[in-house]
Nanobody
Framework: QVQLVESGGGLVQAGDSLRLSCAAS????????MGWFRQAPGKERQFVAS????????YYTDSVKGRFTISRDSAENTVYLQMNSLKPEDTAVYYC?????????????????WGQGTQVTVSS
């Protein structure tokens, strides 16, 4: 069982930065690919970024490439999402997800565990 706890959301202005954190419980963090998804009001949940359990390959949805960076700290069992140059369309609840020894790519991904979400609001 893995528990995921997100933090770092908030209200910012367009162009600002935020860093989201996702702390994972358990001793097998290195065996999990980690990802971030988001869901805006009235919209389906969307894949944002992921980092593979082996090799550390990263993947991003096109709309955040060059602005967001996903990283992980295995010593701290934490995955981060650094979000720069935020736009109002980035406003959503952001969810952390974990998949055991599987790559998380795209909206069809089926992670094993989900966090409770953290709200990010970007004002124009």
């Amino acid at each position: 069982q893995v528990q995921l706890v997100e933090s770092g959301g908030g209200l910012v202005q367009a162009g600002d930065s935020l860093r989201l954190s996702c702390a994972a419980s358990g001793r097998t963090f290195s065996s999990y690919s980690m990802g971030w998804f988001r869901q805006a009001p009235g919209k389906e949940r969307q894949f944002v970024a992921s980092i593979r359990w082996s090799g550390g390959n990263t993947y991003y949805t096109d709309s955040v490439k060059g602005r967001f960076t996903i990283s992980r700290d295995s010593a701290e069992n934490t995955v981060y999402l650094q979000m720069n140059s935020l736009k109002p369309e980035d406003t959503a609840v952001y969810y952390c997800a974990a998949a055991f020894r599987r790559t998380i790519i795209g909206g069809s991904a089926t992670p094993d565990y989900w966090g409770q979400g953290t709200q990010v609001t970007v004002s124009s």
